[in-house]
């Protein structure tokens, strides 16, 4: 009976070590999290405004606006390259 009891804390010793390194290996880099406030300032959030009541509001507002703006340039980008066959080329001189 007691290897029974034995075979769970068996298990459970050997699934630790595997479950601790269950982070996403895809983190964001110090130079992308730097990059992604300064994306967020230029859109209107300001860190440094102390103890503001409207926290949640202005960062999520910002966040909205740098995520129209990639919408917008995603579009800009698909119907730029859909209207001009040669914009794909990067020797393409402009008529």
């Known amino acids: 009976m007691n290897k029974l009891a034995a075979i ?8 630790t070590p595997a479950l601790s390194f269950a982070q996403s ?7 992308q999290v730097v990059a992604e406030l300064v994306r967020l300032e230029q859109a209107g959030y ?10 949640p509001a202005d960062i999520q ?17 698909a ?3 859909a209207a001009d066959p040669d914009a794909s080329s990067p020797m393409t001189v402009p008529r």
Do not use: F
């Open 8 to 15: 769970p804390l068996v298990i459970s010793v050997l699934a």
């Open 46 to 55: 300001n860190p440094s405004a102390g103890e503001d009541n409207n926290y």
């Open 25 to 31: 290996a895809t983190g964001l880099t110090r130079a």
């Open 61 to 77: 507002a910002a966040e909205a606006r740098v995520a129209a703006e990639d919408a917008a340039r995603a579009a800009h980008m």
């Open 79 to 81: 119907t730029g390259m």
